[in-house]
C-alpha cells in the first residue's frame, strides 16, 4: 500500500478520502473502533483469535486486528469505516506529517498531486507482486486445509506472506 496520500488501493477508499466522507476498509485498528456487543455475548461468542499455529508453519501470519473485523458478520449496512478526520501517528515524525501546524491545510495540493500520483504508479507497478502474494498465501491455505482436515480459513485477506517471531527487544519478520 502506498505511503502517502491518498493511501489506499481500493478505489472506493481513495474517492471517500479524497472528499472526506468515511471511508470503507477491511480492518482498522488506527486509535479506537466499536462493535455492536451482541455478536461478543452469542452463542458461540465472538472472539479475538490469531491464525492457527499450524497455519503459520506454511509461513503465513495474520493480525487479530483484521481478523476480528472478518469473523464479525454484518449485514449490508455496516461495516468498518476509518474516520479521516482521525489522523494518528506511531512517532513524533508520523504525526506531524497528518496534522499541520497552527492550523494549516492537510494535505497540501501539493502533497495531494503527488500522492495521487505515486499512489497510481504503486498500483501501476507492484500489482503483479500483490497478484503473486495473494496467489501464495491462498495456494499456502489449501495446501494447510487439505493436511489438517476439518480446518478452514476464510479470511485470506488478513493473511500474509510472512512470519513473526518474538525475540528479545520485540517482533522480527522472517
Not at 78 to 99: D, F, H, Q
Not at 103 to 129: A, H, I, M, Y
Request: proline fraction near 6%.
Amino acid at each position: 500500500m502506498p505511503q502517502v496520500w491518498p493511501y489506499f488501493l481500493s478505489s472506493a477508499s481513495r474517492a471517500a478520502l479524497k472528499n472526506n466522507h468515511p471511508v470503507p476498509v477491511q480492518s482498522c485498528w488506527n486509535g479506537a473502533v466499536a462493535f455492536k456487543a451482541e455478536p461478543f455475548y452469542a452463542s458461540p461468542p465472538l472472539r479475538f483469535r490469531g491464525v492457527s499455529d499450524s497455519l503459520a508453519r506454511y509461513h503465513l501470519e495474520g493480525s487479530e486486528c483484521c481478523l476480528i473485523h472478518a469473523d464479525y458478520h454484518r449485514n449490508d449496512s455496516e461495516g468498518v469505516w476509518l474516520n479521516p478526520n482521525v489522523r494518528v501517528g506511531y512517532n513524533p515524525a508520523a504525526y506531524k506529517s497528518v496534522n499541520p501546524q497552527y492550523g494549516g491545510v492537510w494535505p497540501t495540493w501539493r502533497e495531494k498531486v503527488k500522492g495521487v500520483w505515486q499512489n497510481r504508479l504503486s498500483r501501476w507497478f507492484v500489482w503483479l507482486r500483490r497478484w503473486s502474494e495473494k496467489l501464495q498465501v491462498k495456494w499456502r491455505v489449501r495446501a494447510w486445509e487439505a493436511e489438517n482436515e476439518g480446518n478452514h480459513e476464510e479470511a485470506l485477506h488478513c493473511l500474509i506472506n510472512e512470519m513473526q517471531v518474538l525475540v528479545e527487544n520485540g517482533w522480527q519478520h522472517v
